[in-house]
């Protein structure tokens, strides 16, 4: 046989083979139907054995943001609560031990792609803390950081029917599965589908053909047009639970109207930042994965950007108050997220590192770990605290508030300020109350269509995003960099609030020539804050053990504070080898801010280039008369 | 997962020079045991005789005969039935089979025929049994050529020991290279007669290493060809069961041991 007749050949046979094995039929069980009524009734028609039951159950995992549901994967954790456990070996060399609970992962594109399995014995969560193994080795690019929560549980009672022939040879196998689903966190619960799945046996193709048309025809029941069982399964599990499987999102998505008065959409970007920020919060507080505070973080930024960048649509006062607030929460929520950042890019920083210098970095990673735990206590206290809560019902007040239609004072404006006061006693006083007449008038751009201002921002964002990129020469400081930056994100954030107002490929090419600006800015500002950090840590580390020295001849009657302080001397206190390694790294990182640096000029060069401009000068060009009506409200703009 | 393991795969043979030494039995419960471990496994019954298919209730008969499955993969692949039992398959006997070394012997490489026919199955299936007739002939040394081992069961007579003898020295000298390994066990011991107990005292002093699993005569086995399956997959705590399951222990130690 030649190569290509013998593949031939293969390539046939394998179809063949496919062919005897596909044969799967699920079919739905009428509600009401007694399940010793209907296995009677195919026993009259078809000889049948009934097996003993077995209950499975099935917790059905993703992560909050549902990334395995749109990877088109279903990961189920499994146990049996019967003797007949389910085996995992797959080779004759495999301890064959019957694993009480087994993690499952199928691939819902391919659906008669085998599933895989791993054994596990506690519940999934983060990838660090599951053993290695097949299902791990195909989780750790989709999860990431992020945990698996469950979502679902299905607990199945299966029982199953062998239907005979004249031998008492097994032909078809039956499997009626009575499934409940469990949700875990509200403990909602009750009753799924009742499935009837009907298998073939290899080599009995007929006699499966004849059960199916004896269930279809005599009995009734219905074959599903898709059968395979799972993916529709884990779906109706999850819907019936209250889950709406890959909705969650942080992508800014608000379908505003160009004629949209620019408060109610402004109103309507912030209500959907807000909705992020409150979906975050509970896995901020319990610390479930680093990306629920990353998340809430980068909702409380959007917000201060639009309070700030979307100008005068509310009134000042109640604008100057909140922006004050959310810097507060951006604030308290700093320190565990740059802990967060330096642990989830420890393993990268060790790989930089000659590896005769990896295990040094040791004791640096268990203090970063404990300063973790103190600053995540201090953040979900901070998050329980009554200026946290006040924060959040008052914007709630205020975003769900009507507006007022006329130039009549804004009632909730004069409304607001007791409560926000008593809230936060903590704040500087409120603008005082001769001011208030003035704002209490309907803002100036309150009701202006929502187009017309996000223009008039962009350009402006535009302009200045220019006008500071082209100041920078080789010399200027890095701080002119950081502003830029800063200026940049603003950019990007308008656009992203308002693009649902402009040609989707366009704003999102536009957006894109920002990210690739951001990126570069990003890598320089970013390696430069790490390299900070650890220049901070060593600093704090040396003189903590100095304090340590020059403490240890103190007498006995030394003030609490000195105690304290040695106690933290002795936790802060970094081997010289440690020092050394983390002097390592810093060169590291400054070598590779220097090269973003050096590559600056072309990536600016390229966002400034003609072709970018014409783009977003088509966009976002001036269609109206209020051109010159704006620099002049511009000037009356508030402080950034 | 499964395609990375290939090369796991492993391919046993339930072989004897002798018939009637209790060589289908030992194939069926080992093929059962294994498959409810988790491992797919696939039975070929050689023996025209059909004994194994007989067992798992199937007919022994595959379209076309040995004829069809020698010239045509799509033949072999439809003639596979599974059994009452998930992941067990078998592939049945036919009668045609007693042709079986008249048709090798007219094919182009007629030694590694077996091995051929048996190469795609390695992607469905973790173990391959084969349940071979008695006898030497071309067939026998197809299995010799594809197996990685074979369980030769013993009946414990003077007798037989000098044909496992033989066999060792045909496979030494055949195959000097890749024989498969010999794992010749007792099989059809009576404990009450006198000769079985010396040769199998005897045994560990000869050069052979026989398994120290032995498989006892008794009527529960018999009775099997009643129930038309495997022993150990209808009873618990027959001494059977118990001797099946410490043969296929020390079979997977002694091969995990060897490779």
């Given at each position: 046989m030649t190569d290509i007749a013998s593949i031939e050949a293969t390539v046939e046979s394998f179809y063949k083979m496919r062919q005897?094995?596909?044969?799967?039929?699920?079919l739905l069980v009428p509600s009401g139907l007694e399940l010793h009524a209907l296995i009677d009734a195919i026993d009259e028609l078809i000889p049948a054995v009934r097996e003993p039951d077995v209950t499975l159950s099935r917790r059905f995992f993703d992560s909050f943001d549902w990334r395995l549901f749109v990877a088109g994967v279903s990961l189920e954790w499994r146990f049996?609560?019967?003797?007949?456990?389910?085996?995992?070996?797959?080779?004759?060399?495999?301890?064959?031990?019957?694993?009480?609970?087994?993690?499952?992962?199928?691939?819902?594109?391919?659906?008669?792609?085998?599933?895989?399995?791993?054994?596990?014995?506690?519940?999934?969560?983060?990838?660090?803390?599951?053993?290695a193994g097949?299902?791990?080795?195909?989780?750790?690019?989709?999860?990431?950081?992020?945990?698996?929560?469950?979502?679902?549980?299905?607990?199945?009672?299966?029982?199953?029917?062998?239907?005979?022939?004249?031998?008492?040879?097994?032909?078809?196998?039956?499997?009626?599965?009575?499934?409940?689903?469990?949700?875990?966190?509200?403990?909602?619960?009750?009753?799924?589908?009742?499935?009837?799945?009907?298998?073939?046996?290899?080599?009995?193709?007929?006699?499966?053909?004849?059960?199916?048309?004896?269930?279809?025809?005599?009995?009734?029941?219905?074959?599903?047009?898709?059968?395979?069982?799972?993916?529709?399964?884990?779906?109706?599990?999850?819907?019936?639970?209250?889950?709406?499987?890959?909705?969650?999102?942080?992508?800014?998505?608000?379908?505003?109207?160009?004629?949209?008065?620019?408060?109610?959409?402004?109103?309507q970007i912030l209500r959907g930042l807000l909705e992020t920020l409150e979906a975050n919060l509970e896995g901020t507080r319990q610390n479930l994965d680093s990306e629920f505070l990353h998340d809430l973080r980068v909702a409380t930024r959007r917000t201060r950007s639009a309070l700030s960048q979307i100008k005068g649509v509310f009134p000042e006062a109640l604008v100057v108050d909140f922006k004050q607030r959310f810097a507060w929460l951006q604030q308290i929520t700093g320190p565990v997220r740059d802990l967060d950042v330096y642990l989830l890019d420890f393993p990268d920083m060790e790989r930089r590192l000659p590896p005769a210098l990896r295990s040094d970095l040791k004791p640096l990673h268990e203090q970063l770990v404990r300063l973790h735990a103190e600053a995540q206590r201090q953040l979900s206290q901070a998050l329980g605290s009554a200026?946290?809560?006040?924060?959040?019902?008052?914007?709630?007040?205020?975003?769900?508030?009507?507006?007022?239609?006329?130039?009549?004072?804004?009632?909730?404006?004069?409304?607001?300020?007791?409560?926000?006061?008593?809230?936060?006693?903590?704040?500087?006083?409120?603008?005082?109350?001769?001011?208030?007449?003035?704002?209490?008038?309907?803002?100036?751009?309150a009701a202006v269509p929502i187009k017309q201002v996000a223009d008039q921002r962009i350009r402006k964002m535009l302009k200045r995003v220019r006008a500071e990129g082209r100041a920078i020469t080789e010399d200027s400081p890095p701080e002119a960099l950081h502003e830029l930056r800063k200026s940049c994100k603003k950019l990007r954030y308008l656009m992203e609030f308002f693009q649902s107002l402009y040609p989707r490929d366009q704003i999102r090419e536009q957006i894109k020539q920002t990210k690739l600006l951001l990126d570069n800015l990003g890598r320089f500002q970013d390696t430069a804050?790490?390299?900070?950090?650890?220049?901070e840590h060593a600093e704090s580390s040396v003189n903590a053990s100095a304090g340590t020295s020059a403490n240890a001849g103190a007498n006995a009657s030394a003030k609490p504070s000195v105690t304290s302080a040695s106690t933290n001397a002795s936790k802060n206190g970094l081997p010289p080898g440690t020092l050394l390694a983390m002097g390592a790294l810093i060169g590291q990182l400054l070598n590779d801010q220097a090269s973003a640096r050096a590559t600056f000029s072309d990536v600016f060069a390229a966002f400034d280039s003609a072709e970018n401009a014409k783009r977003f000068k088509t966009l976002f060009a001036t269609h109206d008369l209020c051109a010159s009506a704006e620099s002049a409200r511009d000037k009356c703009g508030m402080p950034e | 997962m499964r395609d990375a393991r290939v090369k796991l795969v492993t391919t046993l043979?339930?072989?004897?020079?002798?018939?009637?030494?209790?060589?289908?039995?030992?194939?069926?419960?080992?093929?059962?045991?294994?498959?409810?471990?988790?491992?797919?496994?696939?039975?070929?019954?050689?023996?025209?005789?059909?004994?194994?298919?007989?067992?798992?209730?199937i007919k022994p008969k595959v379209k076309g005969g040995g004829k069809a499955l020698l010239r045509d993969q799509g033949a072999l692949d439809a003639a596979i039935k599974g059994t009452d039992f998930e992941r067990l398959d078998l592939l049945p006997a036919d009668f045609s089979y007693?042709?079986?070394?008249?048709?090798?012997?007219?094919?182009?490489?007629?030694?590694?025929?077996?091995?051929?026919?048996?190469?795609?199955?390695?992607?469905?299936?973790?173990?391959?049994?084969?349940?071979?007739?008695?006898?030497?002939?071309?067939?026998?040394?197809?299995?010799?050529?594809?197996?990685?081992?074979?369980?030769?069961?013993?009946?414990?007579?003077?007798?037989?020991?000098?044909?496992?003898?033989?066999?060792?020295?045909?496979?030494?000298?055949k195959m000097p290279r890749r024989a498969p390994q010999l794992l010749p066990f007792f099989s059809m011991v009576d404990e009450t007669k006198a000769l079985h107990r010396t040769i199998m005292q005897d045994a560990p002093r000869q050069d052979l290493q026989i398994l120290q699993s032995p498989i006892p005569e008794i009527d529960e086995i018999e009775r099997m060809g009643?129930?038309?399956?495997?022993?150990?997959?209808?009873?618990?705590?027959?001494?059977?069961?118990?001797?099946y399951r410490a043969l296929w222990r020390e079979v997977k130690l002694v091969l995990s041991g060897e490779w």
């Amino acid at each position: 046989m030649t190569d290509i007749a013998s593949i031939e050949a293969t390539v046939e046979s394998f179809y063949k083979m496919r062919q005897t094995n596909s044969g799967t039929a699920e079919l739905l069980v009428p509600s009401g139907l007694e399940l010793h009524a209907l296995i009677d009734a195919i026993d009259e028609l078809i000889p049948a054995v009934r097996e003993p039951d077995v209950t499975l159950s099935r917790r059905f995992f993703d992560s909050f943001d549902w990334r395995l549901f749109v990877a088109g994967v279903s990961l189920e954790w499994r146990f049996s609560e019967s003797s007949a456990s389910p085996y995992t070996a797959m080779s004759l060399f495999e301890d064959a031990q019957p694993a009480r609970s087994t993690l499952c992962w199928r691939d819902l594109s391919e659906s008669d792609a085998e599933p895989i399995l791993q054994p596990l014995e506690s519940e999934p969560g983060l990838l660090d803390e599951m053993p290695a193994g097949p299902v791990r080795e195909r989780l750790a690019p989709l999860l990431e950081m992020r945990r698996l929560l469950p979502m679902v549980e299905v607990i199945s009672q299966q029982t199953l029917v062998r239907l005979l022939n004249e031998d008492e040879k097994t032909v078809v196998r039956l499997v009626v599965e009575q499934n409940h689903f469990r949700e875990p966190n509200a403990g909602r619960h009750g009753n799924l589908m009742c499935r009837l799945r009907l298998l073939s046996v290899r080599g009995y193709a007929e006699a499966f053909e004849q059960a199916r048309l004896v269930l279809e025809k005599r009995l009734g029941l219905s074959v599903l047009d898709e059968p395979l069982a799972q993916e529709p399964l884990a779906q109706e599990a999850l819907l019936a639970a209250g889950h709406r499987p890959g909705a969650y999102s942080t992508k800014l998505d608000q379908q505003l109207e160009p004629d949209q008065r620019a408060d109610l959409a402004t109103k309507q970007i912030l209500r959907g930042l807000l909705e992020t920020l409150e979906a975050n919060l509970e896995g901020t507080r319990q610390n479930l994965d680093s990306e629920f505070l990353h998340d809430l973080r980068v909702a409380t930024r959007r917000t201060r950007s639009a309070l700030s960048q979307i100008k005068g649509v509310f009134p000042e006062a109640l604008v100057v108050d909140f922006k004050q607030r959310f810097a507060w929460l951006q604030q308290i929520t700093g320190p565990v997220r740059d802990l967060d950042v330096y642990l989830l890019d420890f393993p990268d920083m060790e790989r930089r590192l000659p590896p005769a210098l990896r295990s040094d970095l040791k004791p640096l990673h268990e203090q970063l770990v404990r300063l973790h735990a103190e600053a995540q206590r201090q953040l979900s206290q901070a998050l329980g605290s009554a200026a946290f809560d006040s924060l959040l019902r008052d914007w709630h007040r205020f975003l769900d508030a009507e507006m007022p239609v006329s130039k009549a004072p804004t009632a909730e404006a004069v409304d607001l300020h007791p409560r926000a006061r008593q809230a936060h006693p903590s704040h500087g006083p409120l603008p005082s109350d001769a001011e208030l007449p003035g704002q209490a008038l309907l803002p100036k751009q309150a009701a202006v269509p929502i187009k017309q201002v996000a223009d008039q921002r962009i350009r402006k964002m535009l302009k200045r995003v220019r006008a500071e990129g082209r100041a920078i020469t080789e010399d200027s400081p890095p701080e002119a960099l950081h502003e830029l930056r800063k200026s940049c994100k603003k950019l990007r954030y308008l656009m992203e609030f308002f693009q649902s107002l402009y040609p989707r490929d366009q704003i999102r090419e536009q957006i894109k020539q920002t990210k690739l600006l951001l990126d570069n800015l990003g890598r320089f500002q970013d390696t430069a804050v790490q390299a900070q950090h650890l220049r901070e840590h060593a600093e704090s580390s040396v003189n903590a053990s100095a304090g340590t020295s020059a403490n240890a001849g103190a007498n006995a009657s030394a003030k609490p504070s000195v105690t304290s302080a040695s106690t933290n001397a002795s936790k802060n206190g970094l081997p010289p080898g440690t020092l050394l390694a983390m002097g390592a790294l810093i060169g590291q990182l400054l070598n590779d801010q220097a090269s973003a640096r050096a590559t600056f000029s072309d990536v600016f060069a390229a966002f400034d280039s003609a072709e970018n401009a014409k783009r977003f000068k088509t966009l976002f060009a001036t269609h109206d008369l209020c051109a010159s009506a704006e620099s002049a409200r511009d000037k009356c703009g508030m402080p950034e | 997962m499964r395609d990375a393991r290939v090369k796991l795969v492993t391919t046993l043979a339930v072989y004897s020079i002798k018939g009637g030494v209790g060589k289908t039995t030992t194939a069926v419960n080992l093929a059962y045991l294994a498959a409810a471990e988790g491992l797919r496994t696939l039975v070929w019954d050689l023996d025209p005789q059909g004994a194994a298919s007989f067992f798992f209730r199937i007919k022994p008969k595959v379209k076309g005969g040995g004829k069809a499955l020698l010239r045509d993969q799509g033949a072999l692949d439809a003639a596979i039935k599974g059994t009452d039992f998930e992941r067990l398959d078998l592939l049945p006997a036919d009668f045609s089979y007693r042709h079986l070394d008249l048709r090798l012997g007219q094919s182009d490489k007629p030694r590694r025929q077996l091995e051929r026919l048996l190469k795609p199955l390695r992607r469905e299936y973790d173990l391959l049994l084969l349940d071979c007739p008695p006898g030497i002939s071309t067939l026998s040394e197809n299995v010799f050529a594809v197996a990685d081992a074979l369980l030769v069961p013993l009946i414990p007579s003077t007798l037989s020991i000098r044909t496992l003898e033989q066999l060792d020295a045909f496979l030494r000298e055949k195959m000097p290279r890749r024989a498969p390994q010999l794992l010749p066990f007792f099989s059809m011991v009576d404990e009450t007669k006198a000769l079985h107990r010396t040769i199998m005292q005897d045994a560990p002093r000869q050069d052979l290493q026989i398994l120290q699993s032995p498989i006892p005569e008794i009527d529960e086995i018999e009775r099997m060809g009643l129930h038309r399956m495997p022993i150990t997959a209808y009873a618990a705590s027959e001494m059977a069961v118990g001797s099946y399951r410490a043969l296929w222990r020390e079979v997977k130690l002694v091969l995990s041991g060897e490779w």
